[in-house]
């Protein structure tokens, strides 16, 4: 006799502490939105404050236990947001599914993902090595440079945009040893 078989464990996710939220009132799939190629799903919590949907990732043991974010109704001004959830589809053609999220206010708000850029390394150099200060004229200069490399997460190998990176470099001359360090985003 053929067919499928369901099983189950425990439930994934706990609503202990989520009582009268309605967690779980509207799930949906919404496809591989982090492109790591493992299907992730949305959770609408209408009732938790203005509402909220809970945006889980998957992995090769299954869901993980912690939500990967949490977008509140109250961002964009909205009761019982999360009431009726749709994913799974690209509307803006960018290889990344998107998710329409409903509401009893009868607006229905459009989450649109984005590429995902890591930095996978950053060199920093400065020369010279060392600065004395009590030595630096108006002539004095040192010479700074910074690499990054970075890769673009997205469904479509074929899928390119160029990215903008802002960076800070700050000379801390007032510590006991000077330095130059950086940060940065994108
Ligand atoms: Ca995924
Ligand atoms: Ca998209």
């Avoid at 999360?82 to 690209?90: E, M, N, T």
């Avoid at 150099?125 to 970075?150: G, N």
Wanted: proline residues 7%.
């Amino acid at each position: 006799m053929g067919g499928r078989t369901w099983w189950w464990g425990p439930p994934t996710t706990s609503s202990a502490s989520r009582s009268s939220s309605g967690f779980g009132f509207a799930v949906a799939s919404i496809g591989d939105i982090n492109q790591d190629g493992f299907q992730d799903i949305a959770v609408g919590a209408p009732f938790e404050g203005p509402g909220k949907v809970y945006i889980y990732h998957s992995s090769a043991g299954g869901l993980l236990p912690q939500p990967r974010q949490v977008i509140s109704g109250s961002e964009l001004g909205l009761q019982t947001f999360g009431y009726a959830l749709s994913g799974g589809l690209d509307v803006d053609g960018n290889s990344y599914p998107d998710l329409l999220v409903g509401s009893l206010a009868e607006r229905v708000v459009l989450l649109r993902a984005r590429p995902v850029i890591n930095i996978l390394n950053k060199t920093f150099a400065v020369t010279p090595s060392k600065v004395d200060p009590a030595r630096c004229t108006p002539d004095s200069c040192i010479t700074v440079t910074v690499c990054f490399s970075y890769n673009q997460s997205a469904g479509d190998p074929a899928y390119r945009e160029n990215i903008t990176l802002q960076y800070t470099l700050e000379a801390d001359r007032d510590r006991h040893a000077p330095r130059v360090r950086s940060c940065c985003c994108w």
